[in-house]
């Protein structure tokens, strides 16, 4: 077995590359972990084994899935192209709807295609999610998104931008046509 396909080696070099992507030391990730930064270390390198249990507190640190550090990532396969009559949304909120625009193995950067039905929304309540910088850009139609104590209007092409540790929520604010945005995250936080 190559080292390219050690399973150990490839979720090291998951856990790393996320870390990384969310600019924490060892250190910061090890303690919130509750292990020893050199145990982190080896565990990035491949040189040591985590169980389970250590697995799922590094993960819930990374704000990842466990599995999605030995699953097979999209980035993996060897199509550089995601087709949109493939991809599967998630429902959500209420008459809205969300795309993953790219793979799941990108560590800097995340794309997701919402769309709302007339008078849709995120939910009926703010939400928050990590602390990244997050831009939504209207392709179509109209809403408003609110930001904590602030209400922005947007139609086509407008943009805001904030970061998604800021309680926020979209709707689609004509009642009559649905709208369409793109979110962009850096580093991802789905």
């Not at 090890?30 to 389970?52: D, P, W």
Request: with cysteine.
């Amino acid at each position: 077995m190559t080292d390219q396909q050690d399973p150990t080696l490839i979720a090291g070099m998951r856990i790393r590359r996320r870390r990384q992507a969310l600019h924490l030391r060892l250190s910061d990730v090890a303690s919130q972990a509750g292990i020893t930064e050199g145990h982190l270390s080896q565990i990035e390198r491949g040189k040591s084994n985590a169980s389970v249990a250590t697995l799922q507190r590094i993960c819930a640190v990374l704000r990842l899935e466990v599995g999605s550090i030995f699953a097979p990532s999209e980035s993996d396969q060897s199509s550089t192209v995601l087709r949109h009559a493939d991809a599967q949304g998630i429902h959500y909120g209420e008459g809205a709807s969300k795309i993953r625009l790219n793979p799941r193995g990108f560590d800097h950067l995340e794309l997701l295609l919402g769309s709302f039905d007339p008078g849709g929304s995120t939910g009926p309540e703010m939400y928050t999610h990590g602390d990244s910088e997050e831009i939504l850009l209207v392709v179509e139609g109209e809403v408003d998104v609110f930001i904590e104590d602030e209400k922005h209007h947007l139609a086509a092409l407008d943009s805001v931008h904030y970061r998604s540790s800021q309680p926020h929520r979209v709707v689609e604010s004509t009642g009559i046509q649905p709208a369409r945005v793109v979110w962009g995250m850096s580093p991802p936080t789905y």
